[in-house]
């Protein structure tokens, strides 16, 4: 099968999936263990380097490095740590298990690459997309 998703594409989604298939383990609410099965979809997809979405749309991430620019880093990782605070503090039962969805913003502000920019075409790191290394 050919690939259409980059390395760092690759990893923010089986990172991301993995925090999703937690749900299954942990999952308080009745069904929240079902929803943690849809987990399994980046996983896959980013173990294997094929996203079907990105296949129908044309688009091929391999090579492609940060499409975040120094703001938008910074207030993704403000905000990730803020709503991961609520495992800790988690004021409402079950709000704890909501503080898991601070990774997304928390783990595409340090890496710089957002996967639902590339599907919207928008990029705000100044002088547009970088090349990485390699293909």
């Not at 996983?43 to 492609?64: A, C, E, H, K, N």
């Not at 957002?114 to 997309?129: D, S």
Request: charged share 10%.
């Amino acid at each position: 099968m050919r690939t259409n998703a980059g390395l760092l594409d690759r990893g923010i989604r089986v990172a991301g999936g993995i925090g999703v298939l937690s749900l299954l383990a942990i999952g308080p609410v009745p069904g929240w263990g079902l929803v943690g099965l849809v987990g399994l979809i980046p996983v896959v997809s980013g173990s294997v380097g094929y996203f079907p979405l990105y296949g129908l749309l044309g688009i091929d991430t391999r090579g492609q490095a940060a499409n975040e620019g120094f703001l938008d880093r910074a207030v993704r990782v403000v905000v990730g740590v803020g709503i991961l605070s609520l495992l800790a503090i988690g004021p409402v039962p079950g709000w704890g298990l909501v503080g898991l969805v601070g990774l997304v913003p928390l783990v595409t502000g340090v890496t710089g690459y957002c996967p639902g920019y590339v599907l919207l075409g928008i990029h705000t790191r100044q002088g547009g997309w970088e090349k990485g290394e390699g293909r």
